[in-house]
């Protein structure tokens, strides 16, 4: 068995205020289908048995139109090839209640093979020599262990595991996000042939067996530094290695030293590391300006920086400044805020008893979640 393991790809997501001149579309939410079709491409090149996607096809509960299109034709090309698709609901895609109509309802009535799981339960389907165990995101998190517990493995085939969540081994990574559960370490079993992982965006081993392959895609300024792609599988033989899938490329240009630097040398250093880079068009880049302080005036120049500006499709400027650590966005990135730790923070500075902190902590995060995940559901 040849199967090819790819999560977190996120079709609708729009970031960024560039449209595309000919459709009108966000230029991002553009970039992801065109790379999600031409990674498609690619995996049929390489003539797996199977299709693994380990959750978050789509970024909301309520697709687009476009995101719809997008993997009905992803599709069309895996039925011409003969590749069947196994995927199930990540928590960027699962409904809310058990009463709501997933958008998987309209996939599997597609002609193509395609195993779904979103219904908040197990599932399995045997392809060839091997048998997937899926187990979509669920609406709380005891829910994962009572469809582990269902689970009886072949002893004649091999046995795969897919399933969407935090593993306990990196939890220190939370993303924060609607929905986002943490999964039992022992669900990771090693009695599986391989598991694969969806939910967190950097492709990385977790145990022996267990491998997130991460997001296709650089979907915030924090996953800088990810490596982004796919995973083809050997279960049987225990064979892992990379994949490289078309994505929109995201470059960090270093630090630049600013105490004693005039404003405009600032600003032709920056050009200075775009030009450098020979970055394609619409590529997304960062540098942070350490040491920028009140000396230099308002700072650099944006006017300056239109010409670098415009063949990108996102400049990220941070300032470092001399009494701060951790460096602030001057273009604020509200994808890579963590509300739950914010509203956290501000909480823990306030004149409060250790009995009203932890209420108002409690209810606070409950009423967060609870708009998070809201505005998760009926964002277009």
């Not at 990196?170 to 039992?184: G, N, P, S």
Request: net charge negative; aromatic share 8%.
């Amino acid at each position: 068995m040849k199967l090819i393991h790819i999560a977190d790809t996120h079709l609708g997501l729009a970031a960024f205020s560039r449209l595309d001149p000919e459709s009108g579309m966000n230029l991002r939410e553009k970039q992801i289908y065109e790379n999600f079709l031409a990674g498609v491409d690619i995996i049929v090149k390489q003539k797996p048995d199977v299709l693994v996607h380990a959750g978050d096809l789509f970024d909301t509960v309520k697709p687009k139109t476009k995101a719809y299109t997008t993997v009905l034709e992803a599709l069309e090309r895996l039925h011409a090839a003969g590749i069947p698709l196994v995927i199930i609901a990540g928590n960027h895609s699962m409904v809310k209640t058990r009463y709501t109509t997933s958008p998987f309802e309209v996939l599997t009535y597609h002609k193509s093979q395609i195993t779904a799981a979103y219904k908040f339960r197990y599932e399995k389907i045997e392809l060839g020599d091997t048998v997937f165990h899926l187990i979509p995101n669920m609406l709380r998190v005891e829910d994962y262990r009572t469809a582990f517990d269902e689970i009886e493995l072949s002893s004649s085939c091999n046995n795969v595991l897919v399933t969407h969540g935090l593993a306990t081994q990196i939890k220190d990574k939370r993303l924060a996000t609607v929905a986002e559960h943490e999964l039992d370490g022992t669900i990771l079993s090693e009695n599986f042939d391989y598991i694969a992982l969806g939910h967190y965006h950097r492709q990385c081993q977790v145990t022996d067996n267990a491998w997130y392959s991460g997001s296709t895609e650089f979907l915030t300024y924090g996953e800088i530094a990810d490596e982004k792609g796919g995973l083809v599988v050997d279960p049987g033989r225990h064979e892992i290695r990379y994949l490289a899938l078309p994505k929109t490329p995201m470059v960090d240009l270093g630090t630049i030293k600013c105490q004693g630097v005039h404003p405009g040398d600032i600003t032709e250093e920056i050009i200075g590391r775009v030009t450098q880079k020979c970055l394609p068009q619409y590529a997304m880049a960062q540098v942070t300006l350490d040491g920028l302080s009140r000396e230099h005036g308002k700072g650099i120049d944006m006017k300056d920086l239109a010409g670098v500006r415009e063949q990108l499709l996102d400049l990220k400027i941070r300032v470092k400044s001399e009494d701060e650590d951790r460096p602030v966005p001057l273009q604020q990135d509200i994808r890579m805020i963590d509300y739950l730790q914010e509203y956290g923070e501000f909480i823990g500075k306030q004149q409060l008893s250790a009995k009203q902190k932890e209420f108002v902590l409690t209810r606070g995060r409950d009423v967060l979640r609870s708009v998070m995940d809201e505005h998760r559901g009926t964002a277009e």
